[in-house]
């Protein structure tokens, strides 16, 4: 029996790679935010780019890092997320032995490694996989008493995605009263944390400016993003009907440090997102292994340990189809403005170029400057209009919150660049018009 159970379980693992990697050679259309970090790499490497200062350093950095090795960045970029990815179900692995056993490490990695959102999210190139691995090292070194390095992953996980800070917290609470401990876990935070000031102040002249911005951004943006309370409550049972029993899981923990870090680093991120309007499948994955922890404890006490066999069987049956065949068609998607993004190399514009969608980057290493996010603010957006050589606008690009200042600051950057540009091309595709003034 255990030998069944063994080669059934490296069966549903090679299969699981199998369909990631058939996932990442799609030929997807990069996603907004995407090109966004793109374009922070270029401009790391000083071949043009964009830059948004609201956003995290670890992931553009990485992609620098490959930019300097003259490959194909795009697919490189895939594979470290496809081995973030593999990282974090090892990690799951390892830890579920540790907390629980090896049918519930075995159940763990295989629900995290089969879930439709984290499939699809590894060719997408953001930043959650890499933010959650972090998070899962975090929890990894705190249970092998590597207490500053638990501080420093932790850290890490913060500068891929600022929300991640909240894992600190869960650190900081179960280190409190055994002060060795607590100063290793916050020196080693600090190191991270004290070179992303340091490097705030010297770019802004504001040590918070990224968590200020994008704090500012998400407020602003909201209205769009608005799923309601039980958004990722629901969600988490479209994604595998098995994550209910992560409550059975949750009563079945031991009054031990360590189960109260995983169950903070699974609460802390969740009411975050949960609480707040701007809500999205993909920060599912930010709380999503330390769901699949207490789900696996959760189906081993319901179902116990004789049926292992034919659970691992059912999820074989269940996933395989709906982790390949959910996100299909959103790979298909074809962007409507993939023919405008070669323009700035085809009519040899020099000098200001703003553009109201980041994927211009992907095409040019010329310097870009965003024209978005700054839509309520009528100074900011006059005074990037000022001298530029190329916009392009996309109105889907620049939707406005009903009834607010957007809309008349929109129509003022309009009539300014009527007036003073003009028109080289315009196009309308479905409910999107397209307008490049030089």
């Known amino acids: 029996m255990k030998k069944t159970n063994q080669v059934l379980f490296m069966i549903l693992i090679l299969l699981g790679v199998l369909i990631k990697i058939k996932f ?20 790391f490497v000083d071949t043009g780019g964009l830059w948004e200062p609201l956003r995290p350093l670890i992931w553009p950095l990485i992609l620098a890092s490959i930019m300097l090795f003259k490959v194909n960045t795009i697919f490189v970029a895939k594979i470290i997320q496809l081995i973030f990815s593999l990282g974090s179900a090892y990690l799951v692995y390892v830890i579920g032995k540790r907390f629980f056993g090896i049918n519930e490490a075995k159940i763990a990695s295989l629900l995290l490694l089969f879930t439709p959102v984290i499939t699809f999210y590894e060719g997408i190139l953001l930043t959650e996989i890499p933010a959650v691995f972090f998070g899962l090292l975090t929890l990894y070194f705190f249970i092998n008493e ?24 869960g650190l900081l609470i179960v280190t409190l009263g055994k002060n060795k401990q607590l100063f290793k876990v916050a020196g080693g935070f600090i190191i991270p944390l004290f070179f992303f000031l340091v490097s705030n102040y ?23 993003y608005n799923e309601g309370l039980l958004f990722y409550l629901i969600g988490f049972f479209k994604e595998n009907v098995f994550f209910i029993l992560g409550i059975i899981g949750l009563f079945c923990l031991k009054k031990k440090r360590e189960h109260l870090l995983l169950i903070l680093f699974f609460l802390l991120p969740f009411l975050y997102f949960g609480y707040i309007t701007h809500k999205e ?44 065949g959910k996100f299909v068609d959103y790979y298909n998607f074809k962007v409507e403005t993939e023919s ?17 969608d980041p994927r211009f980057v992907l095409l040019t290493d010329k310097k870009l400057i965003p024209l978005y996010y700054e839509n309520y603010d009528e100074l900011k957006v006059m005074d990037k209009l000022k001298n530029a050589n190329l916009v392009f606008i996309n109105s889907c690009d620049m939707v406005c919150e009903p009834n607010t200042d957007c809309e008349l600051v929109q129509e003022k950057m309009q009539d300014y660049l009527e007036k003073n540009m003009t028109v080289y091309k315009t196009e309308q595709k479905k409910d999107c018009e397209f307008k490049v003034y030089i």
């Open 24 to 43: 990442l050679l799609l030929n997807n259309a990069l996603w907004w935010d995407a090109s966004v970090y793109i374009g922070m790499a270029k401009s």
């Open 146 to 169: 590597d207490y500053f390095l638990a501080g420093l992953s932790s850290g890490l996980s913060f500068l891929t995605k600022f929300p991640t800070g909240l894992l600190i917290i």
């Open 202 to 224: 010297f770019w802004y002249g504001d040590l918070f400016l990224p968590l200020k911005d994008g704090m500012n951004v998400f407020a602003k943006s909201s209205w769009a």
């Open 281 to 324: 499948v993909r920060f599912y994955i930010l709380f999503l292994p330390f769901l699949c922890l207490l789900s696996a404890k959760g189906i081993t006490k319901l179902f116990e340990y004789k049926y292992l066999d034919l659970i691992l069987l059912v999820l074989l049956l269940i996933f395989i189809p709906v982790s390949y």
């Open 340 to 356: 405008y993004y070669n323009l700035v190399n085809e009519l040899g514009i020099k000098g200001k170029i703003l553009v109201s």
